[in-house]
Nanobody, 115 residues
Framework: QVQLVESGGGLVQPGGSLRLSCAAS????????MGWYRQAPGKQRELVAT???????NYADSVKGRFTISTDNAKNTVYLQMNSLKPEDTAVYYC?????????WGQGTQVTVSS
């Protein structure tokens, strides 16, 4: 069972940047797919970005060109670099690894984009 801990959220003005981190309790080299999701108040959780063990990435249309997902295998960490943030990016962001049932989720980190 892997534990995931997200960090890096906070309050940022529109146009600003944040980098989220997701630290895993074990090596992430064993996982073929990792991703970031987000859930805004009153909305369903949605996929933001994924990355595969071969380095292929995929992004929601709403974040393409602004967000970048990456990994540091030595640190067992997945990152989400978020640039040009918009108020509609406000949400709780979750790290996810597919697995049995719903897979593995972190506790989430709050991102608020507001002036």
């Amino acid at each position: 069972q892997v534990q995931l801990v997200e960090s890096g959220g906070g309050l940022v003005q529109p146009g600003g940047s944040l980098r989220l981190s997701c630290a895993a309790s074990r090596s992430i080299l064993v996982y073929q797919l990792m991703g970031w999701y987000r859930q805004a108040p009153g909305k369903q959780r949605e996929l933001v970005a994924t990355t595969t063990s071969s380095g292929n990435t995929n992004y929601a249309d709403s974040v393409k060109g602004r967000f970048t997902i990456s990994t540091d295998n030595a640190k067992n960490t997945v990152y989400l670099q978020m640039n040009s943030l918009k108020p509609e990016d406000t949400a709780v962001y979750y790290c996810h690894i597919p697995g049995v049932g719903s897979g593995h989720w972190g506790q989430g980190t709050q991102v608020t984009v507001s002036s």
